[in-house]
DNA sequence: CTCAAATGTGAACGGCCCGTGAACGGCAGC
DNA sequence: GCTGCCGTTCACGGGCCGTTCACATTTGAG
């Protein structure tokens, strides 16, 4: 994903962490003149602008961004309480602004309303591990490119292991916490979909999901040793 | 001036304070039905939301707002920091938002950004995907350059999905969001608009509704990260 | 090495999820 | 009141997939 640009360059300590925080990528730029060197060939995904130090160059930036060929959008501009007086006064320049002191994952919340306002989607949820990645929102899997054409109950077993990597599950805690609680069935069930998982894992992958002798299944590295 | 609709009523004191502190006059509702009945003859300027107590109730009355033949613009919410999750699912009946506590005339300068905003007619009237568009002034789709003739209800079930593309949705949460909080009927009825929406993209096009299996459904391709 | 317990493997059963066609009924318009 | 449209519901059937079982293979202890 494109990252966000940033100003001032270096970010503030409390912005820095928000932007951490929301997980989205982000690069600080000191003035307009690196904002357009330091871009990406894919461009900017957006810019949240810190106006509390020196509005005067943070709004000049604003304008400038404003001002290219195809507008930087969204934009939003971090404010101290008593400069949203003046902030009616420069709309033109700004998408959307926070208020200091910030919130925690309200930057986060405000940047995806952006996002989502121009259409493009939110960032989705994933869970990761190595090449594999699920998506929670569109129940898919994906180690690597290629996609992974899993049942229901393989995605749920496989979300929940790679949830926790390392740790070793009995059979019993895993139809608890996947299957649920209120099921009673043979435990062999997991040895089956486990089965199944390693097929669809390919080979190469299939080693993710170890058997641990009489006592479960533990998806990834161990904790322990290398 | 035209008041600002406000819920809940009364308005807690929070909220009523920050009101009376913007300047703007306004007035509380109870839901949906005294929205109408107490309508000024020129209209509600905006509203602002109360979604922190009972935020069922709250985001039925935005959607009721949002469906009317004139949309109530802008609509501004007010939740609790633990809310902000939800809040890129429902970014579609919301143009802005204030978190609690609410901060001395925060609320003043984001509802008055929102009328600047509306002086310029910036909220999109098209939903587009790929070939599908979707005009939500006109109540028309067509995709490519052909029209479909589409009911109410398969319009907005389209226009749904086709806002959060590659997102899987439950048929619970469908009801809820495309037919309203308050419907009670079977889940399967569902699947019905979904088939009838299916015909009538025709072959070519059936694919972008998707069945995840025991899950639900989804519009496009998902959205890995590009 | 021997054996038993644990796990992998292949296959088959069957429940249930979903697609499909049809019919009901409310509502609006003529 | 009649008629056509449209949202909803129902029954049926097919096929996917979760489950189970029997058997093969592996593991580790003695």
């Not at 940033?6 to 989205?24: I, K, M, N, R, W």
Request: charged share 30%.
């Amino acid at each position: 994903m494109q990252p966000l640009l940033v100003y001032p360059d270096p970010a503030p300590a409390e912005l820095a962490q928000a932007l951490d925080a929301s997980g989205f990528p982000w690069r600080a730029v000191r003035d307009a003149a690196t904002a357009d060197a330091e871009e990406p060939e894919d461009g900017w995904s957006g810019a949240v602008i810190g106006a509390d130090r020196r509005p005067d160059d943070a709004f000049a930036l604003c304008s400038a961004l404003r001002k290219r060929e195809f507008p930087l959008e969204p934009l939003l501009v971090v404010v101290a309480p008593e400069q949203l007086k003046e902030l009616d006064l420069r709309s033109d320049l700004l998408d959307d602004f926070l208020i200091l002191p910030l919130r925690h994952s309200e930057l986060k919340a405000r940047v995806e309303h952006q996002f989502w306002r121009r259409g493009r989607g939110t960032r989705p949820e994933l869970v990761e591990y190595g090449e594999l990645v699920l998506n929670l929102e569109t129940y898919q899997a994906a180690i690597g490119r290629k996609p992974l054409d899993l049942t229901y109950m393989e995605y749920e077993l496989l979300k929940f292991l790679a949830q926790h990597p390392g740790k070793v599950f009995t059979r019993e805690t895993l139809l608890n916490r996947v299957w649920g609680y209120e099921y009673y069935g043979g435990a062999r069930t997991v040895d089956v979909h486990i089965r199944r998982l390693r097929a669809k894992l390919g080979e190469e992958f299939a080693g993710l999901i170890q058997t641990v002798r009489s006592v479960g299944y533990r998806f990834g590295q161990s904790r322990w040793s290398g």
